[in-house]
């Protein structure tokens, strides 16, 4: 591997130095695999493009967004956009609110007794948390899966066709529930047993029931909270898969623990640490939001640089 593979595209740089990379044969071994393993993030960053989000609409616009439980921050200071068919990931260690920022984007915080989201979030230029927004449109609008899969006690079909009765989609519900199956790579897999129950699915297919299920009522963005974590590989790689096609139409939102992942998935990525201040209290902030090749291979702030080099996390 020359140096220029190790910087990749337009000889960007990593973190190692040129004396790291000439120790590379002596060196520790761990040090020796993570060097490899970041040259490897950052050529697979490297497909999704330098500029990837020039020319496309902003679908969410965050503008100083905090959010508290019962009075004590958890996340603030977030200042992003979020563009029109894009994979953004949400990146970080445990506790810096990935998934409490990501539950604002569809105000399933309004669920949660003592949650409050200060500042403002816009889809569509649409202030979600106004007086008079109906907080079921917006869900209907931006859909969520979870990270464990959660598919109803019901057979597939009603599974998928769920959202579709509440939402009085009902005209043309075996197509609306065909088309939703087929989105999700499962149709070829359960169409000759629609009446099974969707408990008797492979865990990485219960997953894709629940993305069908929320593909079906039509929405617009998807979030994903950590999708494949409970996932053997290759139900992550199918997941993976599925959200490479699925950003022709959708925007997709996503949080990951897995930096390899956020690589090979997203054109944006975010990545958010903890401030903690003198008394102890932890709160997540918004470190940085770029491309995903810039993040990963020449990042703004050294918080950045430690955290995707393994230094902390």
Known sequence: MTDDDIRGPDKMHTTMTESDKGDQGTGDPADVVLAKS???????????????????EVVLGLRDVAVAYSGTPAVRGVNMDIHKTLVTAFIGPSGCGK????????????????????????????????????AVEVRRRIGMVFQRPNPFPKSIYDNVAFGLRLHGMKDNLDDRVEKALRQSGLWDEVHNRLKASGLSLSGGQQQRLCIA????????????????????????????DLVA?????????????????????????????????????????????????????????????????GRFG
Request: hydrophobic share 40%; net charge negative.
């Open 213 to 240: 299920r929320a593909l079906a009522i039509e929405p617009d963005v998807v979030l994903m909270d950590e999708p494949a974590s409970a996932l053997d590989p290759i139900a992550t790689q199918r997941i993976e």
């Open 38 to 56: 970041q040259a490897q993030m950052a050529e697979i960053a490297s497909r999704h493009g330098t500029n990837p989000q020039e020319g496309k």
């Open 99 to 134: 998934t409490t920022l990501l539950r604002s984007l569809n105000r399933m915080n309004d669920l949660i007794p003592g949650a409050v989201v200060d500042g403002t979030i816009h889809y569509h230029g649409h202030d979600l948390n106004a007086s008079g927004v109906d």
């Open 245 to 309: 096609e699925l950003k022709n139409d959708y925007t997709i939102v996503i949080v990951t623990h897995n930096m390899q992942q956020a690589a090979r998935v997203a054109d944006m990525t975010a990545f958010f640490s903890v401030d903690v201040n003198e008394s102890g209290s932890r709160c997540g902030v918004l470190v940085e939001h770029a491309p995903t090749v810039d993040l990963f291979t020449r990042p703004k702030d050294e918080r950045t640089e430690a955290y995707v080099t």
